[in-house]
């Protein structure tokens, strides 16, 4: 059971260029979630999906877009890549749906830099 | 929407002694709350949960939070700490849905 997995684990980019985060999950959660992490600011969620299929905004989705691509794995693409965007970025994931009362299981994160 | 604050941003504490790190929240209604630990290059990891009933909530790792609604406060103790416990401590909200705030975290530093 490798739990949350996420690809890759550091990433540098220049200004515009574009990426995508790849994370997956082996639990059969319904719940999958992005966050950024950034310095004196804890967690902030980007976007959350509640099934296969289905996907929401967040607190601080503005530069990104996510795909459910099956029950497995929740991919978060970066468009045009900002230094702003510099951060880690952790997914997780939940057996149920609702983030505010189910305990989510991290992976251990991309340190993505924006050059 | 719900805040949470975590008024230290960095602990010391020698190897034995004991924790507090502290942790109060910003809601209308009793929220469900959360510590979850970090480890230095590592996703993180559940401690511990309050959604109702008894107050004094058991975790992992021999971890206790209690919930005090009068106070808007959910604070995190050990009564001895140990050198693995060396972590970054983040406390947090859920109010409803998928919203779900966290602190800013605590660096808690053990000393030998």
């Given at each position: 059971n490798a739990g949350v997995t996420q690809t890759p684990k550091?990433?540098?980019?220049?200004?515009?260029?574009?990426?995508t985060l790849q994370c997956a999950q082996d639990?059969?959660?319904?719940?999958?979630?992005?966050?950024?992490?950034?310095?004196?600011?804890?967690?902030?969620?980007?976007?959350?999906?509640?099934s296969e299929g289905t996907t929401d905004k967040g607190e601080v989705p503005n530069g990104y877009n996510v795909s459910r691509l099956n029950?497995?794995?929740?991919?978060?693409?970066?468009?045009?890549?900002?230094p702003s965007q510099t951060s880690v970025y952790?997914?997780?994931?939940?057996?149920?749906?609702?983030?505010?009362?189910?305990?989510?299981f991290f992976g251990p994160g991309t340190r993505l830099t924006v050059l | 929407a719900q805040s949470?604050?975590?008024?230290?941003?960095?602990?010391?504490?020698?190897?034995?002694?004991?924790?507090e790190?502290?942790?109060?929240?910003?809601?209308?209604?009793?929220?469900?709350?959360?510590?979850?630990?970090?480890?230095p290059g590592q996703g993180l990891q559940l401690l511990l949960k309050y959604f109702s009933g008894d107050t004094l909530v058991q975790g992992i790792k021999g971890f206790e939070a209690e919930f005090k609604r009068s106070q808007s406060s959910f604070n995190l103790r050990k009564p001895s700490v140990h050198w693995s416990d060396a972590a970054e401590?983040?406390?947090a909200v859920g109010a409803s849905g998928n919203d779900m705030r966290f602190g800013a975290?605590?660096?808690?530093?053990?000393?030998p």
């Open positions: 550091f990433q540098v980019l220049k200004t515009g260029q574009s990426m639990m059969n959660h319904n719940s999958m979630y992005w966050y950024r992490q950034d310095p004196g600011m804890g967690l902030r969620l980007i976007y959350y999906s509640a029950k497995r794995e929740f991919s978060l693409r970066l468009e045009s890549a900002a952790f997914c997780a994931s939940s057996e149920g749906v609702g983030a505010y009362y189910n305990e989510q | 949470v604050t975590q008024p230290d941003i960095h602990i010391t504490v020698s190897e034995g002694a004991s924790l790190l502290r942790c109060n929240y910003s809601y209308g209604a009793t929220p469900y709350l959360f510590w979850y630990v970090q480890s401590y983040f406390c975290g605590t660096r808690l530093t053990v000393k």
